[in-house]
């Protein structure tokens, strides 16, 4: 006989699970005594909602569920953003919540929601366990769902009663599976396509960043020499310094990229993901479009795929590129003529020394400071849009932005996880000072933890992408102004080191200083948006029309 407690950390052992990220709370003790004596880590943390996206943050990187934990109530109701940041973004990650008694609660409603009927529209499993015999089956069918593609969230609800059940059922090990890959004459019939056309393009999604494509689509592109075109979510896959690769589509349209798009005859999209911002619209008469993901298109008016190459996208990419040779007819002079244009312009400010620091300045510094295999977790803020267009990643997942949901928060609990996944790799969070205050009290979790971290806070004393947004309308600037911290001090008080930018030729080595320490270190760079709305808005649209 086992506790039903001891009995789901055996099973959380039996899925490979290194930490579990959360709060507990009086409904989790038994569980929080069974994971005393469990090879697996308890990471305390300060808010649920950081939690979940460390765990998430943890999926996203390993493939493998990041698990975390809350207890009910307002417990389990701070998991909801982090709930939907995992189910949009594709992470895969469990979460626990608990319950009060179901079969003999003494304490009427106090603190009782239907959590399993809140996460119902955010997850792609939810469950009360109701015995500790379906502890093994339950825990094993929410690992199986979160990491599945597409992956997401998950979550498990286990009452206090439940918990302190004994039962003799076995834990279920996780199952052999391999993915599904593409049916043979789909692979043929789309690289007859990509054989005809004159001007194929690759297209990179979000979908092709989740499991270890890279090489295979590196040897794609390098056997073939077609232009390859990134989303955001999709920086990486190809290394950025590729003389193949063209851009990214940082922005929604109207930029250097969206002319190699538009001038393209067939589109390879690799990995398409429909939470992103379409990266193309398509249209009758338009460029066709083969489709190769794990799943089949979900088709609207703007995307309706000709082809669709429907399997594990590593395998699918290894046939074309068996089946592909270069074609005479093929023509990529526009497509590196775009590159050359983007380039130079990518250039234009990135010598800055004005200060507060300009965008383009700040993307030139951060790179130069960070090795080629280090990691970069954006929050969500305006700096995102700069540095998923003008940031040279070398590797998959070195850039860690959410274009999914797009929530402020995540960007220091991101990079915590990603430093605990990789301790011997290069970290920078990379916040706005909106973002950084929603979860600021992990600073505590990080000096804890004695990570070594630089926090980069983008101090514009305001909600920047916002302002942009309102220049675009044509409105006044009102309602997006605060106050802040003095961000040093502030550091400092949790046992961080604190350190103030005060012209922009200190900003590269400080960062190499803070990374040569050690320990938590938080920079409070001082930045200048005022040319978010002339660049962004008409300058790029003037320029790349003339390409």
Not at 149 to 154: I, K, S, V, W, Y
Request: proline share 5%; charged share 25%; aromatic share 6%.
């Amino acid at each position: 006989m086992v506790k039903a407690s001891d009995l789901f950390v055996r099973a959380l052992e039996a899925e490979g699970v290194e930490f579990v990220f959360g709060i507990p709370g009086e409904e989790n003790l038994d569980l929080l005594e069974s994971l005393r004596g469990s090879k697996i880590k308890l990471i305390i943390g300060r808010h649920e909602q950081a939690a979940g996206f460390m765990a998430a943050t943890y999926g996203r990187l390993t493939g493998n569920a990041g698990v975390c934990l809350s207890t009910l109530g307002p417990g389990a109701t701070n998991l909801v953003t982090a709930a939907a940041y995992a189910q949009l973004g594709a992470m895969p990650m469990v979460m626990v919540t608990g319950q009060k008694p179901i079969k003999s609660s003494k304490q009427g409603q106090f603190q009782i929601i239907d959590i399993v009927d809140m996460m119902q529209p955010l997850t792609k499993f939810t469950k009360v366990i109701v015995s500790g015999d379906n502890v093994p089956a339950h825990v094993r069918e929410a690992f199986r769902h979160a990491e599945e593609e597409r992956p997401g969230a998950t979550h498990l609800e286990l009452p206090e009663d439940i918990a302190q059940e004994h039962s003799t059922m076995p834990v279920l090990e996780p199952s052999y599976t391999r993915r599904p890959i593409a049916e043979e004459k789909a692979v043929r019939q789309a690289a007859q396509a990509i054989s005809a056309a004159r001007k194929p393009l690759l297209l990179i999604g979000a979908g092709a960043n989740r499991k270890l494509t890279a090489k295979m689509l590196r040897e794609l592109v390098e056997k073939l020499g077609i232009p390859v075109v990134t989303t955001q979510m999709g920086k990486g896959v190809i290394d950025e310094a590729s003389s193949h690769f063209i851009g990214n589509t940082a922005l929604s349209d109207g930029d250097f990229v969206h002319r190699a798009i538009d001038q393209a005859d067939l589109i390879i999209n690799v990995g398409h993901d429909v939470v992103e911002k379409p990266p193309f619209f398509m249209r009758p008469g338009g460029p066709a479009v083969v489709h190769i993901n794990f799943s089949s298109a979900e088709v609207d008016p703007v995307y309706f795929p000709q082809i669709e190459v429907v399997g594990d996208i590593a395998n699918s990419l290894w046939q074309l590129k068996e089946q592909l040779e270069p074609q005479d007819h093929w023509s990529f002079a526009d497509a590196h003529r775009i590159r050359n244009a983007l380039q130079k312009h990518i250039q234009e400010g990135a010598q800055d020394d004005s200060f507060p620091v300009k965008p383009q300045r700040l993307v030139k510094e951060v790179r130069e400071a960070v090795p080629a295999d280090g990691i970069i977790a954006l929050d969500n803020g305006m700096y995102k849009i700069w540095f998923a267009r003008n940031y040279q990643a070398h590797a998959p997942n070195t850039v860690l932005l959410d274009n999914a949901l797009a929530t402020m928060g995540a960007g220091l609990p991101s990079a915590m996880a990603a430093k605990l996944v990789y301790p011997e790799r290069s970290v920078l969070a990379i916040c706005g000072d909106g973002g950084f205050m929603m979860n600021s009290q992990e600073l505590e979790t990080a000096v804890r933890l004695k990570l070594d971290l630089v926090i980069l806070v983008l101090r514009d004393d305001g909600y920047g992408m916002i302002k942009w947004k309102q220049a675009q309308m044509d409105f006044h600037d009102f309602g997006l102004d605060f106050g802040n911290p003095d961000f040093v001090a502030y550091a400092q008080s949790y046992g961080a080191s604190g350190h103030r930018i005060e012209a922009t030729e200190e900003l590269q080595p400080t960062i190499e200083r803070c990374r040569q320490e050690g320990g938590v270190h938080l920079i409070d760079v001082p930045v200048d948006y005022q040319d978010n709305d002339r660049i962004l808005n008409r300058e790029i649209r003037e320029l790349s029309r003339k390409v």
